[in-house]
């Protein structure tokens, strides 16, 4: 086979699994510009319309952890296509319910084949390859998971124009396209494992997750200190502490917890929680700003993302540069730093304001720097990480990611709620939302605190990580 040959198949490698990633990421806008059609047509009041959203994000926050553990003992790749199966039929029932129990439960279903497919990619991407070439596909995987973003608020407002159906029913080409490639394409492996199954570990950390995303859910509605957010957050605190503490008992355990002695994975996962959740604190609160101040429509709130996504793209791209040049923590630090100074100018923003003048510079500015930092914080946490335990670096980063931006934008939107002087997002003023932006900044600085803890060895030119043959099998590089 040529060096031609070779390039081409690892790159249709990657584009599969990064693909996969893009789909997760953009049903996650793509889905919110449709709610108020979605109300106005099934009829659904607006608490039960929130749960289109919850019902995916519980079921996907939940089974994070366990989509991992299933494609390292159940093969990698037939996990993937398992999941974008799961994930296309789940969406061609979104886009054909009748009512509104059929669109929730086809979301829960959704998220359940979302959970399959986003950390096995990952998975695979850290198990396969190595060093730079490691550090470019994850900084694409993060390219893509903002892009996705930014483009899903703009296709969620023409898809919308037509039918709220297509904003779901656009995932099943995708998926369709996906399979087929990722049967030719991406290779099978899997791990060896001892003893029978943690079922117990599954269960625990199952439900200990969705409560714990649920509990935060509910705090944008009732608040921190309402027993219905305070319950369940205490049951899910001790679900994960039972859970923590059988898996050290466990004979083949769903997360070894020996994963935690690298600083790379127990600190580089503490700080992809916080910049997930300062994308989730900026993506909410300028979408409410252009809509509730600026009083743009959908489809132009999807257009002031544009020169956002291209920003973060492209730093993500180069990200694997940049951290040749700078290091990967100094290139983390930098990420973080500039998104901090730009959410701080963002958040000053008048009532009285325009797109041009006050917003398009630092939401720019923002997606130069975030797109580096998260790039850089889904690299973090796998360096270093043998092929055996890829499954677990990657749920450990995907959950990690997802529940601190759910938890993040909870708090920052309880903060904007007290500000007004009211809870909910309709009656949110310029200075309440400043005052969120700020708190955004704040995670932000938190975010880079933490990386000043990351071993400096991190600034190092990447090094390979071991990638041990005898950990997997059916483990192909002949891509």
């Not at 990611?401 to 009656?427: D, H, W």
Request: proline share 4%.
């Amino acid at each position: 086979m040529t060096e031609a040959a070779v390039r081409q198949g690892r790159g249709l490698f990657v584009g599969v699994l990064i693909g996969v990633q893009f789909m997760v990421s953009l049903d996650a806008t793509i889905v919110n510009v449709a709610l108020p059609s979605v109300q106005k047509d099934l009829g659904m009041t607006p608490a039960s319309l929130g749960w289109v959203v919850n019902a995916y994000a519980l079921s996907f926050g939940g089974l994070l952890l366990l989509g991992a553990r299933l494609g390292d003992t159940l093969g990698r790749r037939r996990v993937l296509v398992a999941g974008a199966v799961v994930f296309a039929l789940s969406s061609l029932g979104c886009g054909l319910a009748a009512g509104p129990g059929q669109l929730l439960a086809a979301r829960a279903v959704q998220g359940c084949g979302a959970a399959l497919m986003s950390p096995v990619a990952m998975a695979i991407v850290i198990a396969t390859l190595d060093g730079r070439e490691r550090h470019r596909a994850l900084g694409l995987w993060g390219a893509m998971s903002g892009l996705a973003g930014g483009l899903g608020m703009l296709a969620g407002g023409v898809l919308g124009l037509f039918s709220w159906r297509w904003n779901f029913l656009v995932n099943v080409p995708i998926c369709a396209a996906l399979v087929p490639l990722a049967l030719r394409r991406v290779p099978e492996s899997r791990v060896a494992r001892a003893g029978r199954p943690d079922v117990l570990g599954a269960l625990l950390s199952t439900a200990g997750l969705a409560l714990l995303v649920f509990a935060v859910v509910r705090t944008r509605e009732v608040g921190w200190g309402a027993p219905a957010a305070l319950v369940p957050l205490a049951l899910a605190a001790a679900l994960l502490t039972g859970f923590v503490l059988w898996q050290r008992r466990a004979l083949d355990p769903i997360v070894p917890l020996r994963i935690f002695r690298l600083r790379t994975v127990s600190v580089g996962n503490a700080v992809t929680a916080l910049t997930g959740g300062a994308g989730q604190v900026t993506y909410f609160f300028v979408t409410v700003y252009a809509q509730q101040v600026l009083g743009f429509s959908s489809l132009a709130s999807g257009l002031v993302f544009l020169p956002i996504s291209a920003a973060i793209f492209l730093t993500s791209t180069r990200a694997s540069g940049l951290i040749q040049l700078m290091g990967l923590r100094h290139s983390l630090m930098a990420g973080l730093a500039l998104s901090a100074v730009s959410l701080v100018w963002l958040a000053r923003t008048p009532p009285d304001g325009s797109y041009a003048r006050d917003l398009l510079i630092p939401s720019v500015l923002w997606g130069l720097g975030w797109g580096l930092a998260q790039a850089a914080s889904f690299i973090t946490p796998a360096r270093g990480v043998e092929a055996e335990l890829a499954g677990t670096a990657s749920g450990l980063i995907a959950t990690t990611y997802r529940v601190g931006g759910a938890a993040c934008l909870a708090v920052m939107i309880t903060i904007a709620s007290g500000r007004a002087g009211e809870r909910g997002t309709a009656v949110l003023s310029a200075p309440a939302m400043g005052h969120a932006l700020l708190g955004g900044a704040a995670v932000c600085l938190l975010g880079l605190l933490l990386t000043s803890l990351l071993p400096r060895d991190t600034d190092d030119a990447p090094q390979a990580a071991p990638v041990t043959g005898a950990a997997t099998t059916s483990q192909s590089r002949r891509l």
